[in-house]
């Protein structure tokens, strides 16, 4: 099994500019969500979806939009880069929501790398 | 919203030395889970805690849930080269949020 592909792996952009990620997963997970990471920051929570046709706003959804229209995929997407967007977009994705015991957690794709300038 | 503390930030160890990392949150947590990030690589799911003064191993890894739910501590015994990485609490987010809260993690760094 794939787990969970993100694609592309890194983009340049111009402010201004506007891309879509996106995150699949092949593990029939219900639950996907897209985390940033800063240098010292940790991970935060953009956005999430709890099914199919569902999204919901995390710690930091401002300039994101997202879209959950297949269950096995989870695209994120700007509409006008920033250089405060510059970031490691990680999507995660896994059976039960945070608060549900598991012994599985999230699992992570690898990353994309978006600079922003 | 949910707040996760994690302390230290950075802790360098020589090979063979142990290390520990611990983690704080705010309000009571119904589990907590615990993530470890190499350099370069995306977070890997280790283990969740659920039980209040619950301690599970892996091998030469040992984590605690604490009694009142609220801290939990990562603990390495003689730490190895393949250790290093940034380790990761996370806990329910809270607030009708249903996903997980993460700490800034600790960069453990090992020198042979």
């Known amino acids: 099994n794939a787990g969970v592909t993100q694609t592309p792996k890194f983009r340049v952009l111009k402010t201004g500019q506007s891309m879509t990620l996106l995150c699949a997963q092949d593990?029939?997970?219900?639950?996907m969500y897209w985390y940033r990471q800063d240098p010292g920051m940790g991970l935060r929570l953009i956005h999430y979806?709890?099914?199919?046709?569902?999204?919901a706003k995390g710690e930091v959804p401002d300039g994101y939009n997202v879209s959950r229209l297949k269950k096995q995929n989870f695209l994120l997407g700007l509409e006008s880069a920033a250089p405060s967007q510059t970031s490691v977009y990680f999507c995660?994705?896994?059976?039960?929501?945070?608060?549900?015991?598991?012994?599985?957690?999230?699992?992570f794709g690898s990353g994309t790398r978006l600079t922003v300038v | 919203g949910q707040q996760v503390m994690q302390i230290p930030q950075y802790q360098h160890v020589q090979e063979g030395e142990d290390f520990t990392t611990y983690c704080n949150s705010s309000t009571t947590l119904s589990n907590i889970q615990w993530y470890k990030q190499r350099p370069g690589g995306h977070p890997v799911f280790l283990i969740q805690l659920v039980k209040s003064g619950e301690v599970k191993k892996q091998k030469r890894l040992t984590f605690q849930f604490g009694e009142a739910k609220k801290n939990s501590s990562l603990h390495i015994t003689a730490t190895q080269t393949t250790d290093v990485g940034t380790y990761f609490c996370?806990?329910?987010?809270?607030?009708?949020?249903?996903?997980?809260?993460f700490g800034k993690g600790t960069h453990l760094i090992i020198q042979p």
């Open positions: 979806s709890v099914g199919e046709g569902t999204t």
């Open positions: 995660a994705s896994s059976y039960y929501g945070g608060a549900t015991f598991s012994n599985y957690g999230y699992t």
């Open positions: 996370a806990g329910p987010s809270g607030g009708g949020a249903d996903g997980l809260t």
């Open positions: 593990m029939n997970h219900e639950y």
